[in-house]
């Protein structure tokens, strides 16, 4: 870091809680290694303080902050401005300040994309399978209508959350690209009817199987396993799930989420500063966050 000076920018993060974060160790790495004079903070918020802290944050010329749990819906209401995907979605974890108050955006979709695009993973045309219908699974089942995937069959032990998913994502997906409804929502116990003669990516975005419960996946049918050929989890701890192993066991390549984390916080570190930061940065940056989880895959 820059010795902090009358120049140092402030960034953070807001969040309840927010003392396991890995952020500071993200954006603090990326100024270093630009040598830029700015430092990143993590601010926990207690329930009923977010408005005063993001005008508090405007008010003290804080350049940006993150958004995490469990902030990232109500935050919208003290913006100035959404972005169009972040408002679809419905959650926002990046607010950059701009003339009158923040603009919210929402990273983690983007992080989520740029650690695909990393391990050479593509959506567009492809036929994928989402687990789970919370925030998250909400967030994928947009990014893969987005980028023009052929088909999302969206699995969730609670029907409701996914149809109601389902239907949201292909009405404006719909408006986009006019064509036949992308997304399929189904029952968790319902994933035997998904076609066995191709395979799939499928993208794990349920809770299940995140530190402690380590021995648990949301499906432990390996017939299941059989039609997948990547699997990716969006958890990073523990990293490796045991969705990940159940994949590997039946052939597929298997990823965790920590690229995500990462390229969520480039984004945010780019659109706070106006910056575009290189691949061999980010994935220092990634070599410190390993470090920092005791792993090295
Ligand atoms: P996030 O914001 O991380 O997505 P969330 O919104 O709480 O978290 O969503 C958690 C997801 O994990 C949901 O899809 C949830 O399924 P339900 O909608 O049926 O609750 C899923 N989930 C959590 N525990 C589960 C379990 N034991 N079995 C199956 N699904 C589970």
């Not at 968790?188 to 066995?196: A, C, F, L, R, V």
């Given at each position: 870091m820059e010795r902090i000076d009358g120049h140092t920018r402030l960034c953070g993060l807001i969040g309840n809680?927010?003392?396991?974060?890995?952020s500071p160790v993200i954006h603090n790495t990326l100024a270093e290694k630009e040598g830029r004079n700015m430092v990143y903070v993590p601010f926990h918020v207690e329930q009923g303080q977010l408005a005063s802290a993001v005008e508090g944050a405007y008010a003290l010329n804080v350049l940006g902050l993150n958004v995490t749990v469990p902030y990232k819906g109500e935050v919208i209401g003290c913006l100035k401005e959404t972005d169009a995907m972040a408002g679809q979605i419905g959650a926002v974890n990046t607010l950059v300040r701009t003339k009158g108050g923040y603009k919210g955006y929402n990273t983690d979709m983007m992080g989520l994309y740029r650690a695909m695009c990393a391990e050479g993973i593509?959506?567009?045309g492809e036929e994928i399978i989402i687990l789970g219908a919370g925030g998250a699974a909400r967030a994928a089942a947009f990014l893969c209508a987005s980028k023009k995937a052929a088909k999302v069959y969206l699995l969730n032990r609670t029907s409701g959350k996914a149809e109601q998913i389902a239907e949201e994502v292909n009405r404006a997906a719909g408006k986009a690209y006019p064509g036949k409804p992308c997304v399929c929502p189904m029952r968790?116990?319902?994933?035997?009817?998904?076609?066995?003669d191709r395979k799939y990516l499928a993208i794990?975005?349920?809770?299940?199987?995140?530190y402690p419960n380590?021995?648990?996946?949301?499906l432990t049918d390996s017939d299941f396993y059989r039609k997948i050929h990547t699997g990716f989890d969006l958890?990073?701890?523990?990293?490796?799930?045991r969705f990940m192993a159940m994949v590997r066991e039946q052939g597929g390549r298997a990823f965790h989420g920590l690229k995500m984390l990462l390229y969520q916080g480039v984004t945010a570190y780019e659109l706070w500063n106006d910056t575009k930061i290189e691949e061999k940065d980010a994935l220092a940056v990634y070599g410190k966050m390993k470090e920092e989880m005791g792993i090295d895959e």
């Open positions: 809680p927010v003392e396991h974060t890995m593509s959506l567009e968790m116990d319902e994933h035997g009817k998904i076609p066995s794990q975005a349920t809770s299940v199987g995140l380590v021995e648990d996946a949301v958890i990073y701890r523990p990293s490796q799930t």
